[in-house]
């Protein structure tokens, strides 16, 4: 075994660096860009670097969110969401959806992207995206220490009802991940990644 000099801290006491470690620790994550819309119709479009998928059947995703945003209000009331895959061409565009605006501002208009209609549930996806999720509210879960005190953080589960996928993904009827150019969060305020073919390889499970 490595001997290691370790930087130990407790969370509840502070971490003592610049930064705090834990997110660029647990990273890369993918991206959580969630389109959704109010029962006024008002509809909004943020990203959420707490995101990742939870079950194969159904298959489910989820985001969460620290305080209570327009996105989860919304999903509450509506019971609908999608999520929209950030591509590196789209990534400045993912970023000017992370300004605080008030609850009536268009979202897909202040980052210039379109708002196309879903099939199944009365949110629209980002047209510039080349694959998104339709998704039903299946939890919304109210996170809590390990005290039982209530955090200010919501865990927002969908079902994925229907996907989109841009045909030019698929080869010899397999997704290529890296053919996306999907970036994820990699910590900091400001930190991302791209994920290229050249950056994967390949492992055989044992079973």
Request: net charge negative.
């Amino acid at each position: 075994m490595i001997e290691r000099d370790l930087h130990f801290y407790e969370p509840k006491n502070g971490h003592g660096l610049r930064h705090d470690p834990f997110n660029a620790i647990i990273a890369p994550r993918p991206i959580g860009w969630i389109s959704s819309r109010d029962p006024d119709g008002h509809v909004n479009l943020a990203p959420y670097s707490f995101f990742n998928a939870f079950n194969y059947t159904p298959p489910i995703i989820g985001f969460s969110s620290t305080q209570w945003k327009d996105s989860v209000a919304n999903i509450k009331d509506t019971g609908e969401f999608v999520w929209n895959l950030v591509t590196r061409d789209l990534a400045t565009h993912m970023n000017a959806t992370a300004a605080h605006v008030a609850r009536e501002v268009d979202e897909f208009k202040l980052a210039g992207v379109t708002a196309v209609p879903s099939k199944f549930v009365n949110v629209p996806r980002v047209g510039e995206s080349p694959v998104a999720f339709e998704c039903k509210v299946t939890q919304i879960i109210q996170l809590q220490g390990a005290d039982g005190t209530k955090a200010q953080a919501w865990l927002t589960l969908g079902e994925v009802v229907a996907v989109h996928i841009d045909k030019a993904l698929i080869k010899d009827g397999v997704y290529q991940t890296a053919l996306a150019h999907p970036i994820v969060r990699a910590g900091r305020r400001g930190d991302y990644f791209e994920i290229k073919a050249e950056d994967m390889f390949e492992m055989i499970r044992p079973d």
